[in-house]
Every structure is written in structure tokens, then in C-alpha cells.
């Protein structure tokens, strides 16, 4: 079992910048990809970004391709989304996942094994 909690959200203007984390427990996280996604009002919930086990490999969703990072350090069990130049579509509750999946790196939810309970992000324009 991996409990994974985020924080970070908050309200911030269109082109401003935020950084989300994860703080997992538990289960060895080393042993999982790490992920965000996000889930908009009235949407599905979407992949954001994703990274390896030793975080060498992360993977973007078009949306957040230059904008955000994600990376990991494994000693702390932490995960963060640095999310930059942040625009008003990006609004929605933000949420980590881990994976024991070999096929993480596609960014399905379905891979995703654990989910924290998610954390607000609203970005006014």
C-alpha cells in the first residue's frame, strides 16, 4: 500500500507559477513511476506528466510540454509538478498517482495503481 498526499494548490493570476507536491508513504515509492493528472470540472481526468522509477524518463502531456517539470527525489519520497507560465485552462484539482505498471510512460489511468485525494489549482485570467 502507497498513501500519497498532495499539496501546493492555491489561486494564482494567468502567467504566474506554482509547485505541486507529493508526499508518499508506505510502500517503497522508489519502486513506482510517479504521475500527475487533473481533472477540470465536467472533464475526464487527464495525464499531465510522468517519471521513472530513478527518474531518468519523464513524459508530457502536449499541454504541459515546456511549461511544467516533474521530478522526484526518492530519499524524501516526494514528487513535485513545478507548473509555469500557468494559464486559466489549466484550472482543476491536481492529483498524484503511482504506478507499478510497465507501461506507465503512456500516461493511462488505468496503470496508475494509488491516487492521492488531489489538490486545487485555480488559475484566474
Known amino acids: 500500500q502507497v498513501q500519497l498526499v498532495e499539496s501546493g494548490g492555491g489561486l494564482v493570476q494567468a502567467g504566474g507559477s506554482l509547485r505541486l507536491s507529493c508526499a508518499a508513504s508506505g510502500r517503497t515509492t522508489s519502486t513506482y513511476a510517479m504521475g500527475w493528472f487533473r481533472q477540470a470540472p465536467g472533464k475526464e481526468r487527464e495525464f499531465v506528466a510522468t517519471?521513472?522509477?530513478?527518474?531518468?524518463?519523464?513524459y508530457y502531456a502536449d499541454s504541459a510540454k515546456g511549461r511544467f517539470t516533474i521530478s522526484r527525489d526518492n530519499a524524501k519520497n516526494t514528487v513535485l509538478l513545478q507548473m509555469n507560465s500557468l494559464k486559466p485552462e489549466d484550472t482543476a484539482v491536481y492529483y498524484c498517482?503511482?504506478?507499478?505498471?510497465?507501461?506507465?510512460?503512456?500516461?493511462?489511468?488505468?496503470?496508475?495503481?494509488?491516487w492521492g485525494q488531489g489538490s486545487q489549482v485555480t488559475v484566474s485570467s
Open positions: 517519471i521513472s522509477r530513478t527518474g531518468r524518463n519523464t
Open positions: 498517482a503511482a504506478a507499478s505498471s510497465g507501461t506507465w510512460y503512456e500516461g493511462r489511468r488505468d496503470d496508475y495503481d494509488y
